[in-house]
Structures are given as structure tokens and as C-alpha cells.
């Protein structure tokens, strides 16, 4: 039997094959009402939310758009529970043959979420396939010889995340009836998300530690939620219920991270280019200095030390900026004072 013909085989493929995230209920919020942050995001969201449950019809398709660990897979995941449906969550390289693809198109029935996380890594003829799906509410099945079936689908939403929109094909990209862009959040709505899963977590911790927690979190809840289960983590190992600010003190010296939330991989970019201020550094020359790939420089380490500041590209490559260097000088500093609260 050929796997490529045959739908049903297709569905037990994908389904084989695929990795349905597992979230953590009792540590996450219940209902939208419960986010915090991203307002114009939720706020866009909620119309579409409430009008598909005035009209009794599924939510339009919608595609997320943000760094990491911004909300978009929680989004998506409450809005299956807002709407009483399943979920069927995939990550889009699992998906990115025509036959799996259709396999997991096949499993949706009406008003179900179809969510495909990093939608971007699709290769084109999947992309082609989606958006057909789409736009036609069916998909062509190859059969023996030259001939095709045209299978009707069930009448779904497709969510799709993704931190490059424009990695999509054109044709894809305007099959979305909805784009919601996901921003960095301020450390105020981030220590209001830590003070919020600590108690999802039943930990008690004091304010003043939750905002030290989001000022090294980048924006990003999800580095936050880490480093708040690094200090709870440090805090059983020394057989303590909750955490304190000698355990928050004590747990980022030991995860090597600053006062700006930079790690030991961000540390030692910044490092290199103040060996020589002002001249510009070569990808390629940061990546064997360091031993970091260059990919992980260009797309997670770089855009975070540009935004912040620390740091500038230019044509010629690297450079630190005068902020970088007061940075780098505040650190040392502090060096000798982490070690010996160590």
C-alpha cells in the first residue's frame, strides 16, 4: 500500500509522528480574563472571540506574530477553551510533507483549532497545500495513476505562530484573516505575571523579588517563569518552602546572570567587542571566538543586545556601543561583591 495515496494511512502517520505540546493546566491561567499583558493583542482577540460566539460560527483564522515565549501558544490554547473545542497542536516541521499535513487536516472537525507552531519552517509545497485547504475548505489527494480526489474538510480555524511572517508565501500570508502582533512586555505587567504563576505554583515570594525577577527577564514571560522555578528550585535544594532574596541573589550568580537579564552566551558577545571599542566585529570572528553558533548569534542573542542597546551592526559587522562599555565596566565591578555573596 502507498502512504502517499491513502488518506487514512496519512492520518495514522501523523499522528505517529507528531508531538502534541502537553501544558501544565494547574500552572496556567484558566481564561483570557487572566492574561495580563499584550492589550491591544488581547483586546483584538476578545472581538473576534466574542464575535464568533454571538454568531455561533468558528473564529477566523489568525496568525500570531512575536519573539519567543511571548504568549502565542498560551493564546492559542485558551482560545480552544474559550470556544469549547479541541486542539490540534503540531510543530509545523512535523507537518511539512503534503501526506502529514493532510493527515492532520483530515482529524479537525468543525469549529476545532488546527494550531501550527513555527508555521514559517513549512516548506513551500505544505504552504501550498494549507492555504488551498484554506481558501477551498478542501484537499487533492493523488490517487493510482494521474488521477485526484478532492476530499471536503471540516469547517475549522487554522492558528498559526510565528516569529518571521514574512517566511510565509504571500498567497499563505493573506489566508489569515487576522494577524495579531505579540510585543516584548515592561517589567511591571512581567512582575505581575511572576507574582501570578507563584501563586498558581503556591509559592509565596515578596513583590520587590518579583520585580528584580522581570527586570533580568528580557520582556519575555517565559524567561521570567524560569528563572522564578530556578529560584524555587534553589530554595528546596536548601530546604526552604518559599523564596527568598538571598535565594533570587544566590540563583542568578549561580545561572551567570547580570543585572540586565544577560547569560553567560550574551556575557561573553559583549565581552569580545569591548576588547577593542569601536571596531567592528565579523560574524564569523565572534562565532570561533566564542564557540557560539553564528545562527544563534543573528537570530536570539543579537536582537535582544540591539534593542536593549549594547550594541550596534553595521555593514562592516559588531560593534559596542558607549552604553555596552559602561555595561561591561558595571559588571566587573560587581564581580568581586556576586562571588563573595556566593
Known amino acids: 500500500m502507498n502512504l502517499l495515496t491513502f488518506p487514512f494511512c496519512a492520518t495514522r502517520v501523523c499522528k505517529s509522528i507528531s508531538r502534541k505540546l502537553k501544558l501544565e493546566g494547574k500552572k496556567l491561567i ?8 499584550q492589550d491591544d493583542a488581547i483586546r483584538r482577540f476578545k472581538v473576534a472571540l466574542e464575535a464568533s460566539w454571538n454568531d455561533g460560527t468558528r473564529l477566523p483564522h489568525m496568525l500570531f506574530v512575536g519573539s519567543p515565549g511571548t504568549g502565542k501558544t498560551l493564546l492559542a490554547n485558551l482560545a ?64 493510482n495513476g494521474d488521477n485526484t480526489l478532492n476530499m471536503p474538510l471540516q469547517d475549522f480555524t487554522i492558528i ?50 518579583a520585580t528584580q525577577i522581570a527586570k533580568r527577564s528580557r520582556g519575555t514571560p517565559r524567561l521570567a517563569i524560569r528563572l522564578l522555578e530556578s529560584c524555587q528550585r534553589y530554595a528546596r535544594s536548601q530546604g526552604d518552602e518559599n523564596v527568598t532574596m538571598r535565594h533570587f541573589e544566590e540563583t542568578v550568580v549561580l545561572d551567570g546572570i547580570d543585572e540586565l537579564g544577560l547569560g553567560p552566551d550574551e556575557q561573553k558577545i559583549v565581552n569580545m567587542l569591548t576588547i577593542q571599542p569601536g571596531k567592528p566585529v565579523r560574524l564569523f570572528t565572534l562565532e570561533a571566538v566564542t564557540g557560539i553558533h553564528r545562527r544563534t548569534i543573528q537570530e536570539v542573542i543579537e536582537p535582544f543586545l540591539i534593542r536593549i542597546g549594547l550594541i550596534e551592526r553595521t555593514p562592516q559587522g559588531r560593534v559596542i556601543t558607549e552604553q555596552g562599555t559602561l555595561h561591561v565596566g558595571r559588571s566587573k565591578e560587581a564581580q568581586p561583591v556576586s562571588e563573595a555573596t556566593a
Request: hydrophobic share 45%; with cysteine; net charge negative.
Open 30 to 37: 484558566p481564561t483570557i480574563s487572566h492574561w495580563i499583558g
Open 80 to 143: 480552544a477553551k474559550e470556544m469549547g473545542v479541541e486542539i490540534h497542536e503540531r510543530i509545523a516541521q512535523v507537518v511539512n510533507f503534503p501526506v502529514a499535513l493532510n493527515g492532520l487536516l483530515l482529524q479537525a472537525k468543525d469549529k476545532e483549532i488546527v494550531f501550527l507552531d513555527e508555521i514559517h519552517e513549512l516548506f513551500p509545497p505544505a504552504q501550498i497545500v494549507l492555504y488551498r485547504a484554506m481558501e477551498g475548505q478542501q484537499i487533492s489527494l493523488r490517487t
Open 160 to 209: 498559526g505562530c510565528t516569529t518571521d511572517e514574512y517566511r510565509l508565501l504571500s498567497p499563505l500570508r493573506q489566508r489569515f484573516k487576522i494577524v495579531i502582533p505579540f510585543s516584548t512586555y515592561d517589567d511591571d505587567s512581567l512582575a505581575r505575571i511572576i507574582l501570578q504563576r507563584a501563586q498558581l505554583m503556591n509559592l509565596n515570594i515578596e513583590p520587590e523579588i
